[in-house]
């Protein structure tokens, strides 16, 4: 099945979300690059170039969101065209050949799939590929925060794998899940009551360090660990607490936060996909829900009663749909507090893959010239069969060099230290 804009369904505005609504405030208009997430592939076997291409074609049909533009002076987005209307826009093809190394292919695929986006015309997907030779090519999908997040990438790749497959094989195209904007869960007005502890406290130090990165974007430092031989001992106190790793993990950044800024009263927001509904678990879109786990630790006697607490307050968030953080703030007459990002998820998630049949796909890192960070912690921490790995970027008018790095160890040893736990009986 595929989706065709009438007159009538391209006038149509769908409402945004706050997030996005932030977003196109932080931006200051409809052109941008910050919000730019890109993803790049060294993809070697024998490519069928035209069947990707056409499978990109199926996949944009089947995602109006995918052909979505913002205009000036409304909070909203219009679906504009089709597929065919808008290929040739988002999807570059290179001459092949023309490069020598991978590196060279990527840092000139960057130069023109990271140009900033005219969001009010443009759609919020970009492809760019060529061939190095006939058994290897580099591929860079650059796709706007507005749609794109994590869970999206990984749909989109699904999406483009199931369409190249059927196209190359002869199969049939994948079913026409629900649409973005037919998927979103209605907000529950009685889920913004009961948060006055959460709102409650000072946060003293953290709230200096937002202060203290003054501007929406400053410089960046990027600080990076990994402790080998760690997850088993997180997933292990996990299953005993009968909890999940993110709250084993939040907890030791907790911890951290509290010794680095010298404040019992920590807090920190982080990001989940805030799929809560049937309809969303298939649909291309931007769902990313910001929660927040706060506490004053000086309140707990053991690591236990800490554990048990932040996984209460996080099943309250799961438990109101699409709660955002921007409507609790209304709420509450609040100020914004959010210096403190926090992340903490298996590796095969935080490393999402495109797997094409018949194609060897590695994902590589792309290196930034110009590093400005947004907030005074970005901290993304992920987990596989052994190693738990970090990667944090800092302002360096927010946070010293050597706060940074006591942070950063500090959650080590405290997330090592409740690994090796074992919970009071």
């Avoid at 973005?180 to 209605?186: M, S």
């Avoid at 003293?204 to 430092?221: N, S, V």
């Amino acid at each position: 099945m595929t989706t065709t804009d009438t007159p009538a369904a391209a006038a149509t505005v769908h409402p945004l979300s706050p997030q996005q609504l932030r977003m196109l405030e932080f931006i200051g208009g409809r052109t941008d690059s910050y919000y730019l997430m890109v993803e790049a592939f060294v993809l070697k076997g024998e490519l069928d170039v035209d069947a990707l291409r056409q499978a990109v074609l199926r996949v944009l049909d089947r995602h109006e969101v995918l052909r979505s533009v913002y205009p000036a002076g409304q909070d909203g987005y219009r679906t504009t065209g089709s597929g065919t209307d808008l290929i040739d826009r988002i999807w570059t093809e290179a001459p092949g050949g023309n490069f020598a190394s991978a590196d060279e292919a990527l840092a000139a695929g960057l130069d023109t799939a990271t140009r900033p986006m005219s969001l009010d015309v443009e759609p919020p997907l970009r492809m760019w590929l060529t061939r190095l030779d006939p058994a290897e090519a580099v591929l860079i999908v650059c796709g706007h925060h507005l749609v794109f997040d994590a869970w999206t990438f990984m749909l989109f790749y699904e999406d483009l794998a199931a369409e190249y497959r059927a196209i190359t094989t002869g199969g049939k195209s994948r079913r026409l899940p629900p649409q973005y904007a037919e998927a979103q869960a209605p907000q529950d007005e009685r889920a913004l009551d009961g948060w006055s502890v959460l709102f409650g406290r000072q946060y003293r130090r953290t709230r200096e360090l937002d202060a203290a990165a003054e501007a929406p974007k400053g410089p960046g430092a990027v600080h990076r660990r990994v402790w080998p031989g760690l997850s088993a001992g997180v997933v292990g106190a996990a299953r005993r607490h009968s909890v999940t790793p993110f709250v084993i993990a939040s907890v030791a950044m907790l911890q951290a936060l509290a010794d680095v800024l010298g404040d019992q009263e920590a807090v920190f927001g982080s990001a989940y996909a805030g799929r809560t509904t049937a309809a969303s678990a298939n649909a291309l879109g931007y769902y990313s829900t910001t929660l927040f786990v706060g506490e004053d630790l000086s309140a707990y006697q053991s690591a236990d009663e800490l554990i048990a607490s932040v996984n209460s307050g996080l099943k309250r968030w799961h438990h109101c749909a699409r709660i955002q953080w921007e409507d609790l703030l209304a709420h509450y007459d609040a100020d914004d507090l959010y210096p403190v990002k926090f992340a903490f998820q298996p590796k095969e998630l935080a490393e999402r893959q495109l797997k094409l049949p018949g194609i060897e796909t590695s994902r590589t890192s792309r290196k930034k010239a110009n590093l400005s960070a947004r907030r005074p912690v970005n901290f993304i921490g992920s987990y596989d069969a052994d190693a738990v790995s970090v990667s944090m970027i800092t302002r360096t008018d927010a946070l010293t060099d050597e706060q940074a790095a006591a942070l950063i160890d500090g959650f080590g040893r405290h997330l090592a230290a409740l690994a090796e736990s074992v919970p009071a009986r």
